[in-house]
């Protein structure tokens, strides 16, 4: 019996360290089981210590790639990370349009683990108005949920505000992640109904570089492969944990999560 393949499209930046960026999100498809098909919108020059360069795609390749991709390969779920500025943004909306069948898990990625910026200050507001209402799951850290709702997000009850406000700007999920709180790693779930939390306990290990693509390509390769949203989530935290647990000391700055840590073992 012919296995089924499932698969999921990544839209956003390339990392050349290789730990974030497409590159993670390659990798965490295929640890999940997941084939998986890339859209490039921006080259970095960056490593585990820091951004050096950006280099913008045009938003006409952008969308040349996405067309190649769609026309051709059945995708099961798309999972968006950096887009960089507002033209890149609105055109990868565009074409969105026409496959709102596809699951969509919005990474709002801003800004890297070195505090370099990957997202231009005044792209924020078409991310908001054009990506966000065609998402099935959005997932930002603090500091997006805060730089999205335009108020300090720093405790679990301003997660649950942020969640809702960001709900009523069209996400059918928010998934507010809690990284940055101190004691255990609790994430929020919001489908506009009832908050869900996901708690791991928190690590001491360092090397986090990669995890937010990370755990939104294991949210997008747990829908492709027909999750609900509440289990795609589950098993993406337990995931995304054990590659935190095994990550480990690349390079001199922020080293990477371990994509492939139950394999290697």
Not at 8 to 27: E, H, P, R, V
Not at 107 to 113: E, G, H, Q, R, T
């Amino acid at each position: 019996m012919k296995n089924t393949i499932y698969t999921a499209l990544t839209i956003a930046g390339s990392d050349s360290g290789g730990g974030a960026g497409i590159q993670a999100d390659l990798k965490a498809f295929a640890a999940n089981g997941v084939y998986g098909a890339s859209v490039i919108t921006a080259v970095t020059a960056q490593n585990t210590q820091g951004v050096r360069g950006i280099a913008e795609l045009q938003p006409e390749f952008v969308v040349l790639q996405m067309e190649a991709v769609l026309e051709d390969i059945k995708i099961d779920a798309i999972k968006i990370g950096m887009l960089s500025n507002a033209e890149i943004i609105k055109s990868v909306a565009k074409v969105l349009t026409a496959y709102p069948h596809i699951p969509v898990v919005l990474d709002p990625v801003m800004v890297a683990k070195s505090g370099d910026h990957l997202l231009q200050p005044q792209a924020r507001q078409a991310l908001i108005d054009h990506l966000l209402p065609l998402s099935d799951v959005v997932t930002p850290n603090l500091p997006e949920a805060a730089a999205i709702v335009d108020f300090e997000v720093g405790t679990v009850e301003e997660m649950k505000k942020a969640a809702q406000t960001i709900r009523a700007m069209g996400a059918k999920h928010v998934l507010v992640k809690g990284g940055h709180l101190p004691g255990d790693a609790i994430d929020l779930l919001y489908d506009g109904h009832k908050f869900t939390p996901f708690t791991a306990k928190r690590l001491t290990n360092n090397n986090t570089h990669g995890t937010g693509c990370t755990y939104s390509s294991a949210i997008a390769a747990n829908l492709a492969k027909g999750l609900a949203v509440k289990d795609a989530v589950a098993q993406a935290k337990e995931y995304i944990t054990g590659a935190i647990e095994h990550a480990f000391p690349l390079g001199k700055g922020i080293g990477p999560t371990h994509h492939f840590y139950k394999i290697y073992q």
